[in-house]
């Protein structure tokens, strides 16, 4: 199966129905995307697929096929994306196991909504779980990322 990670063509030996989680963990080796749940509920696996951010411990490997992937690897090498930049200007991050996930998700809300109110936040990240509760700072983060994509 031919996969597209990060703007790089992946062949991979793998079940069509393999989840495309373990496909990026173990056999493409980007360990940035957690296993939380196996079940969609906590977000940890969130990554994005053509843009939309979706939950990738349920997603068969062959949903992925001929699209492009991006893992919060591929969300910028450097750190610079908005949202990276917001976070660790914050200082969101607790325990971090949650928040690539995290981060994924509000920067799929970002991309197509340039200024999400707490409501639009609440909503777009509702799937993603933070068992230390920085919610707050998240949110606060959200729209930080806003205000630097618009510079």
């Known amino acids: 199966m031919k996969l597209t990670v990060n703007g790089t063509a992946h062949e ?8 495309l989680l373990w496909v990026l963990r173990d056999l493409v080796g980007l360990t940035g995307t957690k296993f939380g749940c196996g079940m969609a509920q906590c977000g940890a696996c969130t990554v994005h697929l053509d843009g939309t951010a979706m939950r990738s411990c349920v997603t068969p490997a062959a949903a992925a096929a001929d699209k492009s992937v991006t893992t ?10 908005p949202v990276q930049r917001a976070w660790a200007e914050l200082d969101v991050v607790q325990c971090g196991y949650c928040q690539s996930g ?4 509000a920067a799929a809300l970002i991309a197509t909504n340039a200024k999400p ?7 777009a990240l509702s799937g993603n779980l933070c068992r230390c509760g920085t919610y707050l700072r998240i949110r606060a983060a959200v729209h930080r ?7």
Do not use: F
């Not at 991979?12 to 989840?19: G, I, N, S, T």
């Not at 919060?72 to 994306?81: K, Y």
């Open 72 to 81: 919060i690897e591929g969300l910028s090498p450097d750190g610079s994306h």
């Open 117 to 123: 109110t707490d409501a639009d936040i609440d909503s």
């Open 102 to 105: 995290q981060i994924m998700s």
């Open 145 to 151: 990322a806003a205000e630097l994509s618009k510079a």
């Open 12 to 19: 991979v030996d793998a079940p069509p129905d393999m989840p």
